[in-house]
């Protein structure tokens, strides 16, 4: 599948199949693609809980707007982005200077991120965010190049899914991304109206 295929499969359905399960095997194999996106300085402050289980995926839909495809998806993706990813012994911060810095860059690794993060709260919410789309729509292309159908929501109640699923307050929560095959019968209708190249370009 070249990626302008991909570009084009890729949709957000709202009717999954129940009966067709996504194997562990290929739900790692996407996020492991997904996995090589871009970050800032490498910091990949993004986390993933996976919702399989039938009564943790209705107990996920009453705090999602009641959307049928959170239960009927076999697999429901809690995208979460870590607002303390720029800070000092953060666990993926530290793995990541182990493995591509030398001890000589450390002060000024942390201390350029926290100028750039930690400034404020709104820096390290951007942080978070910005950093844990990049991964979600990797993710979300890597699933169409295996066949398979995604669907991003933000219709939840955050705090809601916080509690529910003891996230810890450091994570926010950009989206949840329902992962399955499309509900048989079903006809995809044609993408939606997109702007033009003109339209996206500011003067």
């Given at each position: 599948m070249t990626f302008n295929e991909i570009l084009e499969r890729r949709r957000a359905i709202n009717f999954f199949d129940p009966d067709r399960d996504v194997s562990d095997e290929l739900l790692r194999e996407i996020i492991a693609d997904a996995a090589k996106s871009p970050s800032s300085f490498n910091l990949q402050p993004w986390k993933l809980k996976v919702v399989r289980d039938p009564e943790r995926k209705?107990?996920?839909?009453?705090?999602a707007s009641d959307q049928p495809k959170v239960t009927e998806a076999p697999v429901v993706?809690?995208?979460l982005g870590d607002r303390d990813g720029w800070k000092e012994g953060n666990d993926t911060l530290e793995k990541h200077f182990r493995n591509n810095l030398v001890p000589e860059q450390r002060d000024w690794f942390l201390g350029t991120t926290a100028a750039l993060y930690g400034n404020s709260p709104e820096a390290g919410q951007a942080f978070a965010n910005k950093n844990a789309g990049l991964f979600a729509m990797s993710?979300?292309?890597?699933?169409?190049?295996?066949?398979?159908?995604?669907?991003?929501?933000?219709?939840?109640?955050?705090?809601?899914?916080?509690?529910?699923?003891?996230?810890?307050?450091?994570?926010w929560v950009p989206m949840l991304i329902a992962v399955g095959h499309l509900k048989?019968?079903?006809e995809i209708a044609p993408k939606a109206w997109r702007q033009s190249v003109d339209e996206i370009i500011l003067d």
């Open positions: 209705a107990a996920l839909r009453a705090v993706l809690i995208v993710f979300m292309y890597a699933a169409s190049a295996r066949g398979l159908h995604t669907h991003p929501m933000d219709g939840f109640d955050h705090e809601g899914v916080r509690r529910e699923f003891n996230i810890p307050d450091n994570y048989p019968g079903i």
